[in-house]
């Protein structure tokens, strides 16, 4: 017997804050499902070249109000970067908290509008310690 990944699924309250979350990190959206009948969207978003490996946003049209919860029981999801220092200067930029900085030049997280843990780790080997990732402070839960 084989077993095969196929996604991984988190729900989402606001899917256009969600999509250009994840469009940030570089992700593509490959897919898109409009289920009328079940009123929810499916909208599945993989690394550039990698659609074996999609997240599945699911949206649901008539709300959720448990969203966005802690979201910790879920645990998180995890991308390699081939530049931390760059991708996390890039989600700054553009709003987004790093609430756990890559002081080690290996290892950062992040929060989608959903409030899902995003691990993002460097490739290769760690980058040199630099500033303003070295000193700065974690920001709420990771």
Partial sequence: ?????????????DLDASIAFYSLLGLEETRRFDHEGGRFTLVFMAPPGQPDCPVELTYNWDGDDGLPS????????????????????????????????????HMAFVRSPDNISIELLQEGDDLPSAEPWASMENTGSW
């Fill in 1 to 13: 017997m084989t077993l095969t990944y196929l996604h991984t699924m988190v729900r989402v309250k």
């Fill in 70 to 105: 802690d979201s910790r029981h879920f645990g998180h999801l995890a991308y390699r970067t081939t530049d931390i220092y760059a991708l996390c200067q890039k989600l700054m930029d553009n709003g987004i908290t790093i609430n756990r900085p890559p002081r080690d030049g």
